[in-house]
């Protein structure tokens, strides 16, 4: 399955505000009409009150930092999307609609004015941030709304935005289809979402899902191969981002065990790990270094339960009446520093362990936004750390995903190109996207470790290995000479991002 996220999402819209302040046409002749057609008006109608009392559309100023020229911004973008009012005079919207902002507006239903608003926070994994207008005129009549449930399947919802193709506010309904988690697409988190049978298309991003006269999600993604799917994220996951701003002053992210497990629905596979018959879980097989879990589970331990609720062979747990989600969502709900009990088969007997649970940094970030990324340029190498956002630049295999940091703070570092000169000529486009291994012998750690390691560098000779056994060697006088000329000859400010000058 893929997912989209476009700038500014919506679902799709059947009818506008006009539509809906139109009569019904009757449900049986003589201008009677039926008891659900009268409570699908007033539905309607609740829906519109709160809608035009809550619901805003943002106006967005960004720039992205080029992710092959780090050194570089971007053309700035003008874009648009939604967002509702919240209790505390805040406004919440999905993070892709003010990612990499640099200047953000909101205009109220029914009027022109448009008023500067600053982003609070900005939550990236769940795709959900908090914006702040200190305007006394934004504020008056305007009123904020409730968070409900997690609505049951085969509910119907209605979604609230500011779609392209016009600029009034519009109302179009969905029905739950299905809840689970899901890789949010902004972020590659994978999170509880939930699904609905109606498209998503620019425009809605952020606006409210009603059921009744609360709100149970935000709308925020589509499926890129279906044109009636669509994916709002749901208010346990709404109330955990809010909470941990309020607590924490900044969102903290999400906690995570950091393990990756296999299913254990082989008869023989469960014999072999000495699980009885009634016994449920999944073979731990990797383990995270920056997890609070290093140390405690091992590769090989059967995890049975999560403060004791059972983990069936294929990774979910039980969720309301006859449905079931990935375990991952109990974890992703704890509060940072948490308390978490683990329930573990080893070599045939159990045991039980208390964790703090944290969120774990992956070796290979999966976005960069609200940031300059970290580049560093030395004879014409352009060396960056290696993310997602490369990856996809430079068609690189997604697998490198997967892998485990060895330790804390390590990166992998590659060499995104090479700025043609003298004392570089013969390495060319052959040693792109390969891995920094070593420098001098010394193992890379980081490109902070790689700065250092090349410019206290005391031998006449600078020698680095890379990936697939290539290696590049330089005299580390005539490098250090001529960094500053390419960096003038290419126009580039400086030979390093600023996170590396400290």
Not at 107 to 122: D, E, F, M, N
Not at 320 to 332: D, T
Not at 404 to 420: A, D, H, N, R, Y
Request: proline content about 5%.
């Amino acid at each position: 399955m893929s997912f989209v996220s476009v700038r500014f999402l919506m679902l799709r819209c059947s009818s506008n505000l006009s539509y809906f302040s139109g009569s019904l046409t009757p449900g049986v002749p003589g201008g009677f009409r039926s008891f659900s057609s009268v409570l699908e008006e007033k539905t309607k109608y609740s829906v519109i009150d709160l809608a035009l009392n809550s619901v805003v559309k943002v106006f967005c100023r960004s720039t992205k930092s080029s992710v092959l020229q780090p050194w570089q911004k971007r053309l700035p973008q003008r874009s648009t999307g939604s967002g509702f009012v919240i209790s505390g005079n805040k406004v919440l919207t999905n993070a892709h609609v003010v990612a990499d902002h640099t200047f953000v507006q909101v205009r109220k239903h029914g009027l022109p004015t448009k008023y500067t608003a600053k982003v609070q926070a900005i939550g990236h994994e769940c795709d959900l941030a908090i914006l702040v207008i200190n305007s006394k005129k934004f504020w008056k009549d305007m009123k904020p709304l409730d968070l409900g449930d997690v609505p049951a399947l085969h509910e119907t919802v209605s979604v609230v935005g500011y779609p392209q193709g016009g600029d009034n506010i519009s109302i179009t309904k969905g029905v739950v289809s299905r809840v689970e988690v899901t890789k949010y697409s902004h972020s590659g988190a994978k999170l509880m979402t939930t699904q609905i049978d109606a498209a998503i298309n620019p425009g809605n991003s952020g606006g409210p899902v009603f059921m009744e006269n609360k709100v149970v999600g935000v709308a925020f993604q589509g499926h890129s191969r279906s044109q009636n799917t669509g994916y709002i994220i749901p208010t346990p996951v709404v109330n955990h981002f809010i909470t941990g701003v309020e607590e924490n002053g900044q969102f903290v992210g999400f906690c995570s065990l950091g393990i990756s497990c296999q299913h254990m629905e082989s008869t023989h596979f469960r014999k072999h790990f000495r699980m009885r018959p009634k016994m449920t879980g999944i073979r731990i097989r990797k383990i995270n270094p920056w997890s609070s879990a290093y140390g405690i589970l091992k590769m090989d331990d059967v995890l049975l339960a999560i403060d004791g609720v059972s983990i069936g062979n294929d990774e979910t747990v039980v969720f309301r009446k006859k449905e079931r989600i990935n375990y991952n969502h109990l974890v992703s709900m704890k509060k940072p520093g948490e308390t978490t009990s683990l329930i573990v088969l080893r070599e045939g007997k159990k045991h039980e362990f208390n964790i703090n649970i944290t969120p774990v940094e992956s070796l290979i970030p999966v976005y960069q936004f609200d940031k300059l990324p970290s580049y560093y340029i030395y004879a014409g190498f352009v060396f960056l750390p290696l993310t997602k956002p490369y990856m996809d630049c430079s068609y690189m295999s997604d697998c490198l995903l997967n892998h485990m940091p060895k330790k804390p703070g390590e990166q992998i570092v590659v060499i995104s190109q090479v700025l043609e000169a003298d004392i570089n000529v013969g390495y060319g486009a052959d040693l792109t996207d390969l891995k920094v291994k070593r420098v001098n012998g010394v193992q890379v750690e980081n490109l902070k470790h790689l700065r250092k390691l090349i410019e206290e560098c005391s031998t006449k000779d600078l020698r680095l290995d890379l990936e697939g056994d290539f290696a590049i060697t330089l005299n580390q006088n005539d490098a250090k000479n001529v960094t500053s000329k390419i960096l003038k000859r290419y126009g580039i400010p400086s030979a390093m991002s600023k996170d590396l000058r400290s």
